[in-house]
């Protein structure tokens, strides 16, 4: 079964924190992407990676980073986390042959 | 630009019935279409894929027709259950630049009733 970790479910943290969610999957696959999920606003994506230091901005990758040294784990970097990006936040990572996506369980971050 | 849509944001039906669901997009060609359920607090589950060129697929109880003339896919959960009450997305994959990326329709949520 294709396994696909983030570090937390939950997380809270302070206005200006800088903020470190971590995704790690078991399938030596090369594509990844991490999206925030808001209601009403459905899946939005944030960045991807189709391979080592490889990385590709999506629709919304203001203010966040992201880092991929491994082929088995993305980072999403928040530099300076703002109550707006308050979210549940889902990382994927890419199948073959047909781009199926397989989601980690999600993080959902408040920032206060 | 490229557009998704799911029909409904919400959708109720009693126990037994077939649920329908549907999913239409513009702008794009796409190679073929994804079905994922998601519960909520988690994330979305893949359940499976049509391709440009199949009119119909069945997996158990789910049939997806993809019609690219329309531009339309059509979700059905036969003889559904309270077990299948979910946030259903549809999303597009592939076309003229196949970068792994989807476009994701905004769900429709499924609400089975016993």
Redesign the interface.
């Known amino acids: 079964d294709v396994k ?1 970790t983030q570090s937390s479910r939950y997380l809270v943290k302070r206005t200006g924190e800088k903020v470190f969610l971590e995704c790690v999957q078991d399938m030596d696959h ?2 990844m ?1 991490w999206y925030r999920q808001d209601p ?4 939005r ?1 944030i960045y ?1 990676s ?1 391979d080592v230091k490889m990385k ?1 901005k ?1 629709d919304i990758p203001e203010g966040y980073s992201v880092s991929r040294e491994k082929k088995e784990r993305f980072s999403l970097i928040l530099e300076s986390a703002s109550t707006n990006q308050t979210s ?1 936040y ?1 990382c ?1 990572m ?2 073959r042959p ?9 993080t ?1 971050l408040t920032v206060l | 630009s490229q557009k998704i849509e799911q029909n409904s944001e919400a959708l109720n039906i009693q126990e037994g019935k077939t649920a329908t669901l549907t999913c239409n997009y513009t702008n794009y060609s796409p190679a073929y279409l994804q079905w994922y359920r998601q519960d909520p607090g988690r994330g979305p589950v893949f359940l499976l894929l049509i391709r440009e060129n199949e009119k119909e697929k069945r997996k158990e109880r789910l049939k997806v027709t993809f019609d690219t003339t329309l531009k339309q896919s059509l979700f059905h959960i036969t003889a559904s259950q309270p077990a299948d009450s979910a946030t259903y997305l549809c999303a597009l994959a592939g076309g003229s630049s196949n970068t792994g990326k989807l476009i994701f329709g905004q769900g429709t949520t499924l609400q089975v009733k016993p």
């Open positions: 696909v090369e594509n992407f009403g606003l459905g899946l994506l991807f189709y590709e999506g549940m889902l994927a890419g199948g047909h781009n199926e996506q397989f989601f980690g369980p999600g959902r």
